[in-house]
Every structure is written in structure tokens, then in C-alpha cells.
């Protein structure tokens, strides 16, 4: 059973940068692709980006292209976003998620994930 811990969030002002970091508890992170998603008060769960388990090809919601980038170190059996030029509307409570996968491609659906962790809540102050 493949567990998941997310770290790094925090409280940032507008403008600022947090990297989320989401470790695995195995060795073979590498066979899975990892999606980032976010939920904040009142509003339904979103995916933020994924990355493919083979040619760490990444996708990005539209809402964060140019600003967030997956990344993932599959040595280090760990998954990094960062994210710079921070806004009030981050705001959120981030999870990482896994499911196993051969492929170049990366699922944006939260239903093709098997695997979740516990999230780490990310604020932006304005």
C-alpha cells in the first residue's frame, strides 16, 4: 500500500512562493504517476498539475500555468510543486495523489487515484 505525506505549506503573502514537497513511502514511486490537487472552503476538490510516471511529462490547471511546477525525483522517492507569485485564491488545502502507471501521460480526473495523502493547508494573505 503505497502511503503519501505531503509537506510545505504554510502561510505566504501575495506574490510569494512555497514549494510542497510529497514523499512516498516507497521505492517505486517512479511506476506511478502523482497528481496535486486542492480544495478550498465551500468549493469542490481541483486538480493543480500531474506528472507522468514515464518521461515526467506535466500538466498544469490553467489557473496556475506560468506560476507552479511539477516536478519529481524519483531517487528521492519524492514529488516537489512549486509555487511562486502566490495569490489570495491558492488558498487551499493541497493533496498529493498516486495511481499506478506505464504511461507518458497523466490523469487530471481525482477518480483515477488510488492513493492520497492527508493534505498540507497552503494560505496566502493578501
Known amino acids: 500500500q503505497l502511503q503519501l505525506v505531503e509537506s510545505g505549506g504554510g502561510l505566504v503573502q501575495f506574490g510569494g512562493s512555497l514549494r510542497l514537497s510529497c514523499a512516498a513511502s516507497?521505492?517505486?514511486?517512479?511506476?506511478?504517476?502523482i497528481g496535486w490537487f486542492r480544495q478550498a472552503p465551500g468549493k469542490e476538490r481541483e486538480e493543480v498539475s500531474c506528472?507522468?510516471?514515464?518521461?515526467?511529462?506535466?500538466n498544469y490547471a490553467d489557473s496556475v500555468k506560468g506560476r507552479f511546477t511539477l516536478s519529481r525525483d524519483n531517487a528521492k522517492n519524492t514529488v516537489y510543486l512549486q509555487m511562486n507569485n502566490l495569490k489570495p485564491e491558492d488558498t487551499a488545502l493541497y493533496y498529493c495523489?498516486?495511481?499506478?502507471?506505464?504511461?507518458?501521460?497523466?490523469?487530471?480526473?481525482?477518480?483515477?487515484?488510488?492513493?492520497w495523502g492527508q493534505g498540507t493547508q497552503v494560505t496566502v494573505s493578501s
Open positions: 495523489a498516486a495511481y499506478f502507471s506505464t504511461s507518458f501521460y497523466c490523469s487530471g480526473s481525482s477518480n483515477t487515484y488510488d492513493y
Open positions: 516507497e521505492s517505486t514511486m517512479g511506476n506511478y504517476a
Open positions: 506528472i507522468s510516471a514515464r518521461g515526467g511529462r506535466t
